[in-house]
């Protein structure tokens, strides 16, 4: 398929990085892959661990908007890097592929909300969170443009 091409990393290497704009796909063909909120800073979070047939850069890609995470090789790394002028050729020809980028998107989405609903549950016990957790839930509300509504929330459930 024109536009498509497949790209080595090394183990270690930075594939895509928080904040920044990639409008490509990118399709593991061989290897694993770390997913990181806040990579290399006092608040590094671990999403999960990637490997064959997982999908990332969507939000890039189909919204041109900049990551929300960070993907590190966690091996040697194969990847399919599909630009967006070709992700209608590739979705016909890879429905399989397809399936597995609607999966991690919903499980990136059910992450975000867990370590939301951690938080407030913290929240209206009375407890204040740690800096850390209150710092990647912003960060990771901010990033799916939710932030001023759960800055609201959590304002509005402090106790006075």
């Keep these: 398929m024109p536009g498509i091409k497949m790209v080595q990393y090394s183990e270690g290497d930075v594939v895509l990085r928080e904040g920044e704009t990639n409008e490509n796909l990118f ?8 997913v990181y909120v806040g990579y290399g800073t006092e608040n590094e979070a671990l999403i999960r661990i990637i490997g064959e047939q997982s999908c990332f850069g969507e939000l890039g890609m189909l919204l041109h908007k900049p990551s929300i995470y ?3 090789a966690y091996s040697n790394l ?4 599909i630009p967006e002028d070709s992700f209608e050729e590739f979705v016909k020809t890879n429905h399989g592929a397809v399936l597995n980028l609607l999966r991690n ?11 939301i ?4 549950t913290e929240i209206e016990k009375g407890h204040k969170p740690d800096e ?6 912003k960060k990771l509300t901010r990033a799916c443009g939710m932030y001023k509504s759960i800055d609201e929330a959590m304002r509005a459930l402090k106790p006075q």
């Design 27 to 34: 399709k593991i063909i061989n290897g694993h892959a770390e």
């Design 70 to 72: 960070t993907v590190v």
């Design 78 to 81: 194969f990847v399919m890097q």
């Design 105 to 115: 998107t919903t499980e990136t989405m059910l992450t975000f909300k867990v370590h």
């Design 117 to 120: 609903d951690l938080l407030l």
């Design 132 to 137: 850390k957790t209150l710092n990647n839930v």
